[in-house]
């Protein structure tokens, strides 16, 4: 039975690294990554910059577990999908909970008892404590200790035995803001215990948290996480790599701020340097792009398929390779797990060929596709698109360049010589793909009516994490 969609693959969090999952030879960004976090003491926070569906989410899943392996003696990684969470009004708490369950693990730990001040303290710093004016109370409970230490001790203990004093506290609080600075100071001083300074004040200990998915959060919650990570975590040893979309970021902030706003010039006050994840295939080179291919059509049951066969061998022209997304591949492949192929007694190889050069139009430029359902088959790109226009075959394979050479003539054939039936293009070497009978005439009609009918009614969506 085919598949939709790839499975998701399956990484344990902190314990699968990029052996058995790194598909496209990323562990060596990996190793860059890790080198960049362990080296510099001061905050980080890295945007590991890709385009949707260039596999940001594995990448990212499997380095938090591949950095525990070389570094866990001395760093914490917290992976934290921001997109599960964008449904909650308070990006801190949930932030805070992903932290907790790292850290937490062993409650007795030096690590555990720091970060439980600054969990303590978490609540009185959000949006709920805007509302209720609790923020006044943590004032309150560390002015009762008399010394900073015992505050941070005590904290948890004092705000219970305060809680019932919210509503006496409310119109305080928002006569000064004493409280929430105090809340502040206890979760800032939390941090740095938990990073465990030496005698000069560099961490010993490091956190790094991982916060994916933050291209894909409604626009007010991807912002609020920003600020919440520039003025809460700001403490050397407490690293932040986000992974996102950085152009789509950018239109977050001009969701906020306006059309007109510099986007740019405003995520730069948050993001300290970004790291480029290449798409998955221009960097790489066509052998890994292939092996995907492979794994892809292997885990959606389209091995020996015709028409997902016929796709590969457009993914084999650089142009196209050079320009897709992992995640259009898998869609590309969707495809075929909707549409019958061609049967080969009827027009042998090229009819699905011509099927899957199709997909391919309809998936890169619907507006080119409407326009050959139309009939203006003049408009249609397809050749730039696939790069047939400037097709060059230096030291490939001769099969390969074949198999392009005879889709070039026929793209070129339907489209760019108009549909006179004076010229002859069916000659000995491509009797093997196409009938004797079908001319040029009628391989516009074949063209057509598969664009309207076969095609023309399919439209599969995108899913699933990048």
Known sequence: MARLYIPEPKITLYEDGFDGHDKLSRKTTGDKLSDLVERIDDPLVIALDGAWGSGKSVFLKCWVGEHLKHHGDKTQTVYFDA???????????????????????????????????????APFLGKAALRLGTAALVGKAISLTG????????IGDKLSEEGGDIAKSLNDFWKKEDGKRAAMEAFRSALVQLTAPDEQGSPTQKLVIVIDELDRCRPDYALSVLEIIKHFFNVDG?????????LE??????????????????????I???MRLN???????????????????????????????????????????????????????????????FDTAWGGVLSNWMLAGLIILKHQSSKEFRALCLGNTRQIGLL????????SFPNRDP?????????????????????????????????????????????????????????????????GDD
């Open 279 to 341: 798409n998955g295939n221009k960097h790489v080179g066509l052998k890994p792009l292939l092996q995907f291919s492979k794994n892809a059509k292997e885990e959606m049951g389209l091995v020996g398929n015709p028409l997902a066969e016929a796709l590969d061998v457009y993914l084999e022209l650089p142009r196209l390779n050079q320009s897709l997304s992992l995640r259009d591949i898998e869609r590309l492949y969707s495809h075929c797990s909707v549409l019958h192929p």
């Open 272 to 274: 300290t340097l970004s």
């Open 238 to 246: 407490v690293h932040f790599v986000l992974g996102t979309n950085l």
């Open 399 to 463: 099969l390969r360049v074949e198999r392009h050479q005879l889709l070039s003539e026929f793209w070129n054939y339907i489209f760019n010589d108009g549909f006179r039936a004076d010229q002859e293009w069916v000659n000995e070497r491509h009797k093997q793909f196409m009938p004797d009978d079908l001319n040029r005439g009628s391989m516009h009609s074949v063209v057509l009516e598969t664009a309207r009918n076969k095609l023309g009614e399919v439209e599969v969506v995108p899913f």
């Open 147 to 154: 010394d900073e230490d015992g505050a941070l001790n005590d």
């Open 249 to 270: 970021l950018a239109n977050s902030v001009r969701s906020r701020y306006g059309s007109g706003s510099n986007a740019e010039g405003y995520l730069g006050k948050f």
């Open 83 to 121: 997109f599960q969470h964008d449904y909650l009004d308070d990006p801190l708490i949930a932030l805070t909970s992903a932290i907790s369950e790292r850290i937490e693990r062993d409650p007795e730990s030096k690590s555990a008892k720091a970060w439980r001040i600054a969990k303590n303290a």
């Open 384 to 391: 730039e698109t696939l790069g047939f226009d400037k097709l």
